[in-house]
């Protein structure tokens, strides 16, 4: 598994030809086009944060694509690559920890209960995962017994219908009962993705929750939630 980051490519024979061309990508992470969208990658600046640079998401073959407009003899091309932190992770501290929603859906524990996203099993079935009731903010929580710092969210999403439920969700976590948001996605996620959700650096914290923070009548189903730790 792989991802794309540039702060900035260049295509160079006498002058860079990539500057302000149109640029897409395989994909934008987190379908968030304000922090990671192609157009970052041609646009000539270099000195950037720590987002608004192309960002892909995680897939086997991410590739970015320049349009130059005309044929053009190309000498080399120059990468500026990411410059903050190259992601890392050593394990799924999520499996098997104590796990709750806010609520079942149907109060339907046997089908639906926050324990199945953290059972270690993608098969592919429904039911048998998370699945809440339709409030405004539906979440899932996860105690990771001990603070550590978390590297990324990995989701597996509902597998037979209505992937499009998982949307603007934040990645909240605490240590004690006041939560701060370390991630987002933005998505709408589809039927049997697997969505990543990279965390800001450092994070780290005990409690990790996934809130919904868009809309009202909103229902979580989480097949499986894995969190990676370094």
């Keep these: 598994m792989c991802f794309k980051n540039f702060f900035y ?11 302000g061309k149109p640029t897409n990508g395989s994909s934008v992470y987190g379908n ?3 922090n990671w969208s192609p157009d970052y ?24 694509r320049i349009d130059l407009l005309e ?9 500026y690559n990411r410059k903050s932190l ?5 394990e799924n501290s999520a499996l098997g ?9 149907g109060n339907n524990s046997a089908d639906w209960d926050p324990s199945y996203a953290t ?8 039911p048998k995962i998370f699945h809440s009731n339709f409030e405004p903010s539906p979440w899932i ?38 939560y701060i948001q370390r991630g987002f996605y933005k998505g709408p996620a589809a039927t049997g993705e697997t969505v990543d959700i990279l965390c800001d650096y450092p994070t780290i914290a005990r409690y990790v929750r996934l809130r919904i923070t868009v809309g009202s009548g909103n229902s979580l189903h989480i097949q499986e939630l894995e969190i990676y730790t370094i």
């Design 86 to 90: 190259e992601l890392k992770w050593k």
């Design 32 to 34: 968030d086009y304000t």
């Design 119 to 126: 059972d270690g099993l993608v098969l592919n079935r429904c």
């Design 141 to 178: 929580k996860v105690d990771l017994m001990n603070p550590l710092t978390i590297s990324f969210i990995r989701v597996f999403n509902r597998p037979d219908v209505l992937g499009e439920r998982f949307h603007d969700v934040a990645v909240e976590v605490t240590n004690n009962s006041d």
């Design 9 to 19: 490519l260049e295509v160079i024979w006498r002058e860079n030809s990539a500057l």
């Design 71 to 79: 044929i053009a003899p190309i000498s080399f091309i120059r990468v």
């Design 97 to 105: 920890k104590p796990v709750e929603g806010s609520s079942i859906f």
């Design 41 to 64: 990658a041609t646009d000539g600046i270099v000195q950037k944060n720590d987002t608004e640079f192309f960002h892909s998401a995680f897939e086997q073959f991410p590739w970015i």
